[in-house]
């Protein structure tokens, strides 16, 4: 942000795609992709007579995720009729949930920058269905309207206006996004649409309480993006409030290309949709039972996890928090170090050359190709003297590309690591020939050129030489 005058106030609703099998309402499947209007039937696209029975998996997804964020659980809620067109809303309305929602009063605690706790409230977690999808012909010849994804569940997680900075919102949209995963309510692909924020954006000089009006920005579903529009629509705001303006309470589309926001409509609010009770289903009644079922069915959350491999396997808070931020990492980290016995060297790879692989292929870690048992195998051909580090990044780099036992890599490629004394002299002899000054330098005391040395010994042996047996054998050669 340009201007240190001012502080931005945001709140978000992330709109998350439930992962039961079929629709809220009917039971067309829920998969993603499929030829356009393929996953459709009467009641999906809204044909008359049709009637909605709700789906049951919603309600418990629901639950579930509103227990795993602290929420108070509704025992009596409705669904309701949100009205508003949208040409690819077969219905033109939506069943939603306005005055008696699932989930209420929650809260999500992340790690702010300074390290420090901070909860960011949630005022409710709701039930609706999604809309379907335009497709358009950017060549003037209109548009196609795609109905698969019409009926598909979803939960709404509402925020408070609670986060102040983008490291917060990124922090929070990705504990959510962690959580998700871990109760296996949504699969969370942002890729898909699975996990997208509609992003509310105000701005008001430092000490002041009244917030600023807000603008809200729709659909966004990448985290980069997300953090790049907050900072450009921040600054805009700012510069119209700088120059005497007034903002104007709208909603707008981001376009990552050119990094600007775009007006769509005037924002609407609540009066705007005209809610009303849906006459075609009933409340929605929930027991003590049911409720206290739903608790006990939830799975390790990822703060827990967190704790426990601070306590058990003796890792940084730092590598805790990075494994546990994805479940399949996590999975990958408990799987991996059941085999091999040792969850430092598991996590150095999966947080070092791992998580480099996957950045620069920009995958999330459940396209990581390979299994535990593979990566397992590979720490232990180190841990014996099979194959080096050095070589053991090369391994990591093949797995991606052809996963498969490390042992036939390594034979293939011809990697074994050479522990053979007499071979290895050689190579000692040959590098000290070649360097009468590093013998020098390390005579007169520095320590670093004993460093070079070995490195030299690698780069001759293609990084196969076993590195101990170097360091020592430079040392004795050096000391004569």
């Not at 067109?85 to 999500?108: A, R, T, V």
């Not at 209109?142 to 919102?169: F, K, M, Q």
């Not at 075609?280 to 409720?291: K, T």
Request: one cysteine or more; aromatic letters at 8%.
């Amino acid at each position: 942000m340009k201007n240190n005058d001012y502080e931005i106030v945001m709140g978000l609703e992330v709109h998350a795609e439930l992962s039961t099998k079929t629709k809220i309402f009917c039971s067309c499947p829920t998969e993603f992709g499929g030829e356009p209007n393929t996953h459709t039937c009467p009641i999906c696209m809204a044909m008359p007579g049709t009637l909605p029975v709700l789906n049951e998996k919603v309600v418990e997804y629901a639950v579930k995720a509103g227990l795993a964020t602290n929420c108070e659980i509704a025992r009596d809620s409705k669904n309701d009729r949100k009205n508003y067109f949208y040409p690819d809303l077969p219905k033109s309305y939506q069943i939603s949930q306005f005055d008696k929602p699932l989930c209420e009063h929650g809260y999500i605690e992340i790690e702010t920058g300074e390290g420090e706790k901070k909860k960011i409230r949630l005022t409710r977690i709701h039930i609706e269905e999604d809309a379907g999808k335009l497709n358009h012909n950017e060549f003037g010849g209109g548009s196609l309207v795609d109905l698969n994804r019409a009926g598909v569940p979803l939960i709404e997680i509402v925020s408070e206006p609670d986060l102040r900075t983008t490291e917060e919102v990124d922090a929070y949209l990705k504990k959510l996004k962690s959580i998700l995963e871990y109760i296996e309510v949504s699969d969370c692909k942002m890729q898909e649409g699975s996990f997208r924020a509609d992003v509310n954006v105000s701005v008001r000089k430092k000490g002041e309480e009244k917030y600023g009006t807000r603008t809200e920005m729709k659909n966004m579903n990448s985290f980069r993006s997300i953090i790049r529009a907050i900072e450009y629509e921040a600054d805009r705001q700012i510069d119209i409030l700088e120059e005497g303006g007034t903002i104007e309470q709208e909603t707008l589309r981001w376009d990552d290309v050119s990094g600007k926001t775009f007006s769509m409509r005037d924002k609407e609010d609540a009066q705007d949709y005209r809610y009303f009770p849906d006459p075609d289903l009933v409340a929605i009644r929930l027991s003590e039972e049911y409720i206290q079922a739903m608790k006990e069915s939830l799975p390790e959350l990822p703060e827990s996890r967190k704790q426990r491999y601070i306590e058990e396997y003796g890792l940084s808070q730092k590598d805790s928090n990075l494994l546990t931020a994805s479940k399949y990492l996590s999975n990958l980290f408990e799987e991996a170090e059941a085999i091999c016995k040792n969850p430092k060297a598991v996590a150095n790879w999966l947080l070092s050359d791992v998580s480099r692989i996957l950045n620069e292929k920009e995958l999330e870690p459940d396209a990581i190709p390979f299994t535990a048992e593979q990566l397992a195998k590979m720490i232990q051909l180190i841990e014996k003297g099979t194959i080096s580090s050095a070589i053991g990044k090369k391994v990591i780099t093949e797995l991606f590309e052809n996963p498969k036992d490390p042992e036939e890599i390594i034979k293939e490629k011809g990697w074994i690591q050479i522990s053979d004394e007499g071979a290895i002299g050689e190579v000692v002899k040959k590098v000290l020939e070649a360097n009468p000054q590093s013998i020098a330098d390390y005579k007169a005391g520095k320590d670093k050129a004993l460093g070079f040395l070995v490195g030299q010994a690698m780069k001759e042996t293609k990084g196969k030489a076993n590195p101990q047996m170097l360091n020592k054998m430079f040392l004795e050669e050096l000391k004569k």
